[in-house]
């Protein structure tokens, strides 16, 4: 966690996750190439060059957050990787809109849903590929979703999806995907198709909280998409020792699902009174916003000190852990605790 | 997290312009299977699709549980193993990795 005391997380610190083995190790320029097909008028094979010098060239910091984040911390446990809350991370990402590339092919009537696929294949034929869809309305007028080929200032690292990875900012990791391949437009919901990765997996209660009571099972399911409001306090590390009456500066970020953080607030009594903080600078309503305040542990002792954040439209955190069967979603309000002397 | 950073710190990016190749990392030693009956088997097919850290940081769970884990990686990931090697897995699974 000691990354999260800042907004922009490092490339050899970012997480790395996949689906399907084996996973793409190398890659050539010279030969590697973006196809977009499908429901389009002009089928296209783009390589790295005419990515960047045929379509204008946009930014945006957005936080890349895995679906299961903190699933380790469901009770009951669930199967699935055991994350902490490592499965994040805030980059600036720079590359082409993916509507300049779809308007470059001409999306023809009728088109549903885009569907993307990247160079991890699974070893044998009866292992389902790694491909997500988004709904054409999501993506077509989005600027912000972009075909990325820049991390941070420097090409993308191979395992955080180089040569380019498509970039959803606000929505789940699962829909970045990474070293892209092919984009496809289809003419019916994805899902229709035998699709693993669309249905069953990746979904989570079709409710508002996008939870059911811990243990059972929702009746009806949607893909998972937008990502809940979070917040960390990172710095003092959790157990750093701390003087009675010595202030330290709290530092930590939050994040939200791209309405923007509107503020984030601190207890040190257990939740019953809330101080609000200072935020750091604003990166976009994708990004990790930093915040910090200055603190004074009152008494010796254990001391616990949490934190939420409020986004722009008022969406803030629990103070019970919600709970799915894949234990996505996690924002409870989180805690750090302090041995004080 | 500090698993995803020892990953990608010892990963040494490398090439020339254009061409891009890493070399991935050795399995975790904390990723190991416990030894038994079985255990065998269970490293030799796990392993075709995903490494054994996956398996050993799941919550314990009974037979029932591991069953429904291993027919999820048949049926729906397309694991090919017979009916003799995925009795044999879940039995193990269910023996070290028990409630």
Redesign the interface.
Known sequence: ?T?FDRAITP??????RYH??P?P??????TWRLRVGGHVDRPLELSMDELKTKFPAASVTAVNQCSGNSR?RSS????G??W????MGNAEWVGCRLKDVLAAAGVRQGAAEVAFDGLDK???????DFVKSLALARVLDDPNVIVAYQMNGA?L???NG??ARLVVPGWYATYWVKNLSDITVVDKPFEQYWQ?WMKPAYRIPDNPCGCVEPGTAPKATVPIHRMNVRSFLVSPAPGARLAAGRPVTLKGIAFDGGYGIREVEISDDGGSTWRRVSLGRDLGPYAFREWSAAWTPPRAGAARVMVRAFNRIGESQGTEPLWNPSGYLRNVIESVEYPVG | MTRVLLLALVLAAAGAAGAEEITLPPDHPYGALKPGPGSEVAQRSCVLCHSTDYIVRQPPGDAKQWDGVVTKMIKVFGAPLSDADARTITDYLARQYGK
């Open positions: 966690m990354w490339n050899e610190a970012f997480f790395v399907v083995f996973i190790t190398q890659v050539d320029l010279a380790g009951p446990r669930v199967l990787g055991q902490g809350d490592g499965a699974p070893a044998f034929p009866s292992v389902p090409p690292p191979m395992l180089f040569p693993y």
